[in-house]
DNA sequence: TGTGAAATAATACAGTA
DNA sequence: TACTGTATTATTTCACA
């Protein structure tokens, strides 16, 4: 079911625009061995088919000021439903990411903030969700992303 | 201090670029009220004074296969250091992301595998890296991550 | 899938405030 | 310095072989 149709072409092309999104057709269709056509219909299909879900810009939140990142673990009362979890924490705009987890704690929430008082205040928001009996924060010193 | 150049354009240029990242200078012209020169050398300087790091592409890796998803906290010896582990953690293909933490756990894996042996795996490898005194599982359920 | 032509977009540059 | 408008080049897109 989830493939049999992305062949090693798509794969590449995967790659390539893994490391530059902006990349043109016709740079990649050398890299492939297709015409600019056959690359830009693959590409098209990719999205079609879903395996491509968009494409974004790189930022370094750092030289915005948004200096600070860390992990929020939250544990939640045994009532509270998955898909609730995920919709809780989207209001909160300084939440890039959660994940709701099988374990102890119930979710892991991805937060970038200005400075440490602001951090406080989402944490304390967090907190005031509905179901949630607790938290743990874990500041992020580094980190790297793989490809770009 | 971090800042200080960059005025409400530039933030909804990178607003429009977070949303599509292939968004075309001509197209967010008229949204900015500026002309596409304009725009372009905007977007140039953004990458020049490194707020822009890159541009990618956004991947649905449930389509490619890769289904399970999982972070890995990771707890190491007392002399090991913050630039070492980022850089053991680099060399497993399967992690997608990693950071250091101050806390509990001293790094956060974030780990992409095609099933639960090839996740087995994975975290045996991570158990043998030099300085790793032990590890935590997190397996993710579902996960939402801000803008496209 | 490739080709080739028309439509768009990106880029470089001259001129303006 | 930062913009606009234009000319040139490159890319995208699409119909058809």
Do not use: C
């Amino acid at each position: 079911m989830p493939l049999n149709e992305i062949d090693d072409v798509d794969r590449k092309l995967l790659d390539l625009l893994r490391e530059d999104g902006r990349r043109s057709f016709s740079e990649m269709a050398p890299e492939v061995g297709l015409s600019v056509a056959a690359v830009k219909r693959r590409v098209d299909r990719l999205r079609d088919i879903g395996v491509i879900t968009g494409f974004t810009v790189q930022i370094d939140h750092t030289k915005l000021g948004w200096g600070i990142e860390a992990f929020v673990e939250l544990s939640y009362t045994g009532n509270t439903a998955v898909g609730e979890i995920l919709g809780t924490t989207h209001k909160v705009p300084e939440v890039q990411a959660a994940f709701t987890t099988a374990g102890d704690p119930d979710a892991l929430v991805h937060v970038r903030v200005r400075d440490i008082a602001h951090l406080q205040k989402v944490i304390d928001g967090l907190r005031r969700e509905r179901g949630v009996t607790g938290t743990k924060t874990l500041m992020v010193l580094g980190s790297w992303t793989r490809s770009a």
